[in-house]
């Protein structure tokens, strides 16, 4: 089993900064992609930002130059620091963990239990 623990979520006043953290833990035996998704309120799951196993990051363009992601192998954690934020980023995110674990041979794609981040105008 794997276990994903967000953490680093809050209320934000536009313009602020927040870092959020997600470790992954287990019967790991490696981990692929990293990313984080975002949900608001009546609107569908998106994609905000994802890091392969090699370090090459993927941004949506709302985001892009306010975010950065992240990842810590050695740790199993991934980060997303977001900078700049606007009323617009606010939602609960996810983060999204492609995982091989020592009873598998393919990947299997985890989630996190979502943390809430709100930013304020």
């Known amino acids: 089993q794997v276990q994903l623990v967000e953490s680093g979520g809050g209320l934000v006043q536009a313009g602020g900064s927040l870092r959020l953290s997600c470790a992954a833990s287990?019967?790991?035996?490696?981990?692929?992609?990293m990313g984080w998704y975002r949900q608001a309120p009546g609107k569908q799951r998106e994609l905000v930002a994802d890091?392969?196993?090699?370090?090459?990051?993927n941004y949506a363009g709302s985001v892009k130059g306010r975010f950065t992601i992240s990842r810590d192998n050695a740790k199993n954690t991934v980060y997303l620091q977001m900078n700049s934020l606007k009323p617009e980023d606010t939602a609960v995110y996810y983060c999204?963990?492609?995982?091989?674990?020592?009873?598998?041979?393919?990947?299997?794609?985890?989630w996190g239990q979502g943390t809430q981040v709100t930013v304020s105008s």
């Open positions: 890091i392969t196993s090699g370090g090459a990051t």
């Open positions: 999204n963990v492609w995982v091989k674990t020592v009873a598998t041979t393919i990947y299997r794609s985890y």
């Open positions: 287990g019967s790991i035996f490696s981990i692929n992609d």
